[in-house]
């Protein structure tokens, strides 16, 4: 018995043992820390600083305030002049600085970036200043997208999820055939575009756009670019191979909205009184580019008290236009314009409430409603190169048609 009690003692003993040893605490292992880089240099081993040019900055004088001395400042710049323009520092624009960690006062390196897709990088470290120039990698992604219009087109795409650029993109291909300033809620569109990323993440514009096609007034206008010949310019065309540019764009404005129409009797806001109106008002911000419609020759460019600034081109034996009301004249009388051409910016000078132009059209000598004109379109394909052109399409069109059934029809039945 007395055995009995003298192993109990011990195991308990042993028991207390190995749960004083399971409550000390393991020593911590110690991480090593995370090796980051940018723009090719490990910025552990620096003190990084971000920044941006301000008015008045030179490259020499951010050296000057990182301690460099004029001699030395003057034997960098001349070592770099012939690989980085130092006029090209602009303001606004990022740069970086890399120090030495132990000595903070001393700048090791000096990345400044002119645009998201390159930087030069410009390193101090040894004798002579060395810089480089770094491009990064461009990957480019297409994707189809589809959509029904609610509010304006660029909330529209916003909610698809693409960006402010695909607006212009689709301004562009369809600035003789759409008049954007009356595109309505349910209007449909599909557009298969190639667009650039920066590094595969960092969203860089739209490459180009495959095809497309708006459904406007109940017609689906479909756009493709096709390049007949090695010697042909690329253009748009729709399904039959029919081009979609016209001698005129359907407005002097990108983006804006119909203040007035062309009538015979209307109230005058300025002169309180009932008289013709001969052209179409587009209202705009002040400083929106007023862009000629058609190429042609500046006949007039100057100011009438009812006019203000205004700028008249003629386009061919047929047909002029005018434009009024600006804030400024770009033009001058006898220069060549050619079509989507900045003459002069939206303004309200003369007899006017409010910034806008006013565009005007003559026909024949007579001014006439330009929305109301069946204008002639630019040179056509080439019948030769119908067949080609519609066999190069038949995947594009078939891809644009099976989105819109699936996500747009469909939603509407």
């Known amino acids: 018995m007395r055995y009995l009690v003298v192993i109990l003692s011990l195991l308990t003993l042993i028991s207390c043992n190995k749960k004083e040893e399971s409550k000390t605490p393991a020593k911590p292992v110690a991480q090593k820390p995370k090796i980051t880089k940018q723009f090719g240099f490990v910025t552990n081993d620096f003190k990084v600083v971000h920044d941006t040019i301000k008015r008045g900055d030179t490259f020499g004088g951010l050296l000057e305030k990182e301690g460099y001395d004029a001699a030395t400042i003057h034997k960098i710049t001349e070592a770099i002049k012939d690989t980085f323009d130092l006029r090209d520092i602009r303001v606004g624009k990022p740069y970086t600085l890399f120090k030495d960690k132990k000595a903070p006062n001393g700048l090791k390196v000096f990345v400044y970036e002119p645009d998201n ?5 410009i390193d101090l470290r040894d004798t002579i200043a060395k810089v480089t120039k770094t491009v990064k990698p461009i990957t480019v992604k297409r994707r189809v997208i589809a959509a ?3 509010g304006s087109l660029a909330e529209t795409l916003d909610r698809a999820g693409a960006s402010a650029a695909m607006v212009q993109e689709l301004a ?3 600035a003789w055939t759409i008049d954007f300033f009356k595109i309505q809620r349910g209007d449909k ?3 298969a575009v190639n667009e650039r990323y920066i590094s595969d ?3 860089a514009g739209v490459e180009s756009i495959e095809s497309s096609f708006f459904e406007y007034k109940g017609k689906r206008i479909y756009a493709f670019p096709y390049k007949p010949d090695a010697k042909s310019k690329s253009q748009y065309y729709d399904e039959e191979g029919k081009v979609l540019k016209s001698m005129f764009l359907k407005a002097p404005l990108k983006f804006s909205h119909i203040t007035s129409r062309f009538s015979p009797r209307r109230f005058h806001p300025v002169q309180m009184t009932w008289k013709a109106h001969n052209g179409t008002d587009y209202a705009a911000p002040t400083g929106t580019p007023i862009m000629t419609t058609a190429t042609g020759t500046v006949i007039q460019a100057g100011y009438t008290s009812g006019n203000g600034n205004y700028v008249k081109v003629k386009h061919n034996a047929t ?9 400024r004249i770009i033009a001058r009388v006898g220069q060549h314009v050619t079509q989507g051409q900045t003459i002069g ?3 309200s000078t003369g007899l006017a409430t409010g910034p806008h132009v006013c565009y005007r059209f003559w026909k024949n000598g007579v001014q006439v409603d330009a929305l109301r004109q069946k204008l002639p379109n630019s040179q056509p394909m080439d019948k030769k190169y119908i067949p080609g052109y519609l066999e190069h399409i038949k995947p594009l069109k078939k891809e644009l048609d099976d989105i819109a059934e699936k996500k747009l029809n469909s939603s509407t039945k």
Request: glycine letters at 4%; hydrophobic letters at 40%.
């Open 345 to 347: 910016l939206v303004g």
């Open 148 to 150: 029904e219009i609610e």
């Open 201 to 203: 993440t960092i969203y």
């Open 172 to 174: 562009d291909v369809y």
């Open 319 to 327: 047909y002029t236009t005018q434009y009024l009301h600006m804030s």
């Open 189 to 191: 569109f599909a557009v």
């Open 117 to 121: 897709l390159s930087y030069y990088a």
